[in-house]
């Protein structure tokens, strides 16, 4: 009777070992990777530090440089960053399929050191907006990179979850700015401190990527496979460099010579995918994310809150919203998320409406808060965190970096005009209106991530390419 229980529990044992090493040789170990894809995303930290730097100690660096009551100089102070965003964001591709990944974070981190010191040091209005079009082509660059490399050096079953990464670390970024910034107006000359310490995780970001893989596929792409193998084995394990290889193979088989021009990007096959990340990045600007963090601070104080609170507060629901995106990213996956969050958006936005219209009802400050903060806690679980993960799952390798670089700059061209036209509309149309026509745009981004996002979780990047393939009828 003792040797039958030996022999069950023996039984048993070596069925776990199995069922174990069956997942291991299914699933890549997820720590691997993990090294690599936090020190990439300190670029998307920097990114939302940089766009928030100055809204608090705004005051105090009109005060200093003596450009104090000049609306326009403060605006440029503001918004110089976005032009040499759209800069960096157009050369980004170019630059990454020439140098690596690895590279682009060190070129894009470069410009950000640079610009820090410069706004940091500077007595005069030039060298301020020197140093923030310094910036901004580091923050032109820096997403682009960190959605390509996190999406590529990512085992599939836990892509999402690590592309949610990228969103967060924005979120913290914003949030340590305006936390930073809060001395500003009593401290004289902190401003200057707040620049300085955005070099710090630049330089971070520099020198941490001489340690950390590069792409395995752009060594690929650019004929070094026994690097690209290399790679792979300190991302996955050596268990899975063969079947990561294997897959590589597949998508060569039926892609096109390596040479990219950016025409292509308007014709054929690719012209579907690239129109996809377009308008999935217009839609997330135009469903009036940046309206509603202009309006926060006054939304707030109509509800009571102070300002440097209602910020933090803000950025509470931003950071909240992701870390759950997070955790539904590889569950739910990309599509359903997309769908919830431009549903959620346009509630939110009916219910910004609604307060407009009962602004003599003392319930209306409340509802506004109600509904900015939904607006907020629902962009931050898909419209924000999906699109720079989706893009680079759909696009073909070879031409993965050029696309994400002109959607991008679509993403800074409308991010810009509605910078440039919200004020004058608000004036014409009134809040009621232009919550409502945010509203629509909502429900237009609904409709269209129903007809033509295709699901991606769970599958490797080349069966993505492969799917994306036109069918060849049977002969």
């Given at each position: 009777?003792?040797?039958?229980?030996?022999?069950?529990?023996?039984?048993?044992i070596?069925?776990?070992?199995?069922?174990?090493?069956?997942?291991e040789?299914?699933?890549?170990?997820?720590?691997l990777?993990?090294?690599?894809?936090?020190?990439?995303?300190?670029?998307?930290?920097?990114?939302?530090?940089?766009?928030?730097v100055?809204?608090?100690?705004?005051?105090s660096?009109?005060?200093?440089?003596?450009?104090?009551?000049?609306?326009?100089?403060e605006?440029?102070?503001?918004?110089?960053?976005?032009?040499?965003?759209?800069?960096?964001?157009?050369?980004?591709?170019?630059?990454?399929?020439?140098?690596?990944?690895?590279r682009?974070?060190?070129?894009?981190?470069?410009?950000?050191?640079?610009?820090?010191?410069?706004?940091?040091?500077?007595?005069?209005?030039?060298?301020?907006?020197?140093?923030?079009?310094?910036?901004?082509?580091?923050?032109?660059?820096?997403?682009?990179?960190?959605?390509?490399?996190?999406?590529?050096?990512?085992?599939?079953f836990?892509?999402?979850?690590?592309?949610?990464?990228?969103?967060?670390?924005?979120?913290?970024?914003?949030?340590?700015s305006?936390?930073?910034?809060?001395?500003?107006?009593?401290?004289?000359?902190?401003?200057?401190?707040?620049?300085?310490?955005?070099?710090?995780?630049?330089?971070?970001?520099?020198?941490?990527m001489?340690?950390?893989?590069?792409s395995?596929?752009?060594?690929?792409?650019?004929g070094?496979?026994?690097?690209a193998e290399?790679?792979?084995?300190?991302l996955?394990?050596?268990?899975?460099?063969?079947?990561?290889?294997?897959?590589?193979?597949?998508?060569?088989?039926?892609d096109?010579?390596?040479?990219?021009?950016?025409?292509e990007?308007?014709?054929?096959?690719?012209?579907?995918?690239?129109?996809?990340?377009?308008?999935?990045?217009?839609?997330?600007?135009?469903?009036?994310?940046?309206?509603?963090?202009?309006?926060?601070?006054?939304v707030?104080?109509?509800?009571?809150?102070?300002?440097?609170?209602?910020?933090?507060?803000?950025?509470?629901v931003?950071?909240?919203?992701?870390?759950?995106?997070?955790?539904?990213?590889?569950?739910l996956?990309?599509?359903?998320?997309?769908?919830?969050?431009?549903?959620?958006?346009a509630v939110a936005?009916?219910?910004?409406?609604?307060?407009?219209?009962f602004?003599?009802?003392?319930?209306?400050?409340?509802?506004?808060?109600?509904?900015?903060?939904?607006?907020?806690?629902?962009?931050?679980?898909?419209?924000?965190?999906?699109?720079?993960?989706?893009?680079?799952?759909?696009?073909?390798?070879?031409?993965?970096?050029?696309?994400?670089?002109?959607?991008?700059?679509?993403?800074?061209?409308?991010?810009?005009?509605?910078?440039?036209?919200?004020?004058?509309?608000?004036?014409?149309?009134g809040?009621?209106?232009?919550?409502?026509?945010?509203?629509?745009?909502?429900?237009?981004?609904?409709?269209?991530?129903?007809?033509?996002?295709?699901?991606?979780?769970?599958?490797?990047?080349?069966e993505?390419?492969?799917?994306?393939l036109?069918?060849?009828?049977?002969?």
């Amino acid at each position: 009777m003792a040797s039958r229980r030996t022999r069950r529990m023996l039984m048993m044992i070596n069925w776990i070992l199995q069922e174990t090493l069956l997942k291991e040789s299914v699933n890549p170990s997820w720590r691997l990777s993990l090294p690599h894809v936090l020190t990439g995303v300190i670029s998307s930290f920097l990114f939302g530090y940089h766009l928030g730097v100055v809204n608090e100690p705004l005051e105090s660096i009109s005060l200093d440089l003596g450009f104090s009551g000049n609306s326009l100089a403060e605006g440029l102070v503001v918004s110089t960053c976005l032009g040499g965003a759209f800069l960096g964001s157009i050369v980004s591709g170019s630059i990454v399929d020439a140098v690596g990944r690895r590279r682009g974070f060190q070129l894009s981190a470069l410009p950000m050191i640079i610009g820090a010191f410069l706004s940091a040091r500077t007595e005069s209005l030039e060298g301020m907006l020197l140093g923030r079009f310094l910036v901004g082509t580091g923050m032109g660059v820096g997403p682009s990179v960190a959605s390509l490399y996190v999406t590529e050096v990512s085992p599939s079953f836990v892509r999402g979850t690590y592309g949610s990464f990228i969103q967060i670390a924005t979120c913290l970024g914003l949030m340590s700015s305006l936390l930073i910034g809060i001395p500003a107006k009593e401290i004289a000359g902190w401003w200057r401190v707040c620049f300085w310490v955005s070099a710090i995780p630049a330089a971070i970001l520099a020198l941490a990527m001489e340690f950390c893989a590069e792409s395995p596929q752009w060594l690929h792409k650019k004929g070094r496979s026994a690097e690209a193998e290399a790679e792979f084995e300190k991302l996955l394990g050596g268990l899975h460099v063969k079947s990561a290889m294997a897959d590589l193979s597949k998508s060569d088989r039926v892609d096109e010579p390596d040479t990219v021009k950016f025409s292509e990007l308007f014709y054929g096959r690719h012209f579907r995918v690239v129109l996809i990340g377009s308008a999935l990045y217009a839609f997330q600007q135009l469903s009036g994310i940046n309206a509603v963090f202009y309006f926060s601070s006054t939304v707030l104080k109509s509800a009571g809150v102070p300002s440097d609170k209602g910020n933090i507060c803000v950025g509470i629901v931003n950071l909240s919203g992701s870390i759950i995106a997070m955790t539904l990213m590889d569950k739910l996956g990309r599509k359903l998320l997309l769908l919830g969050s431009f549903f959620g958006m346009a509630v939110a936005m009916c219910i910004q409406a609604s307060a407009s219209s009962f602004s003599a009802s003392g319930a209306s400050p409340y509802l506004s808060v109600g509904g900015m903060l939904l607006f907020v806690l629902m962009f931050a679980l898909g419209a924000g965190p999906v699109p720079g993960l989706l893009l680079p799952e759909i696009l073909p390798n070879r031409l993965r970096a050029k696309a994400m670089s002109f959607c991008l700059a679509v993403h800074w061209v409308v991010n810009f005009f509605i910078g440039l036209l919200f004020l004058r509309l608000l004036e014409q149309l009134g809040s009621r209106t232009l919550y409502s026509i945010f509203a629509c745009f909502c429900l237009t981004g609904f409709v269209f991530v129903k007809k033509n996002v295709v699901e991606t979780k769970g599958k490797s990047l080349q069966e993505i390419e492969i799917s994306f393939l036109p069918q060849v009828p049977p002969v």
